[in-house]
């Protein structure tokens, strides 16, 4: 098994930044493509990133496209997910995942493990 810790959420006034991490233990963590994804209140679980295995391939919802950049280091077994212009809308809790494969996926499904999740919080 793989697990997951996320950290970094908090309250920033729109227009600001916040960097997620989402720290993995257990498991080689560098054998799972990872993703973050968010849920707002009264809200379906969405898909906001994912990267491959490797980080050489990214994906991103049309919705955070050209604000959020996600990232990992493989040697400190962590993936980051830095958000940049960051809108009330964007207010949710966020959670990384690890998932099956080589790439990563909007899935829900594919994804097996699962971080407790951390809140962004974003003031108008």
């Known amino acids: 098994q793989v697990q997951l810790v996320e950290s970094g959420g908090g309250l920033v006034q729109s227009g600001g930044s916040l960097r997620l991490s989402c720290a993995g233990s257990g498991r080689t963590f560098s054998n799972y493509p990872m993703g973050w994804f968010r849920q707002a209140p009264g809200k379906e679980r969405e898909f906001v990133a994912g990267?491959?295995?490797?980080?050489?391939?990214?994906s991103y919802a049309d919705s955070v496209k050209g604000r959020f950049t996600i990232s990992r280091d493989n040697a400190k077994n962590t993936a980051y997910l830095q958000m940049n212009s960051l809108k009330p809308e964007d207010t949710a809790v966020y959670y990384c995942?690890?998932?099956?494969?080589?790439?990563?996926?909007?899935?829900?499904?594919?994804?097996?493990?699962w971080g407790q999740g951390t809140q962004v919080t974003v003031s108008s």
């Open positions: 995942a690890a998932a099956r494969g080589v790439f990563s996926t909007s899935i829900i499904s594919e994804y097996d493990y």
């Open positions: 990267i491959s295995r490797s980080g050489g391939v990214t």
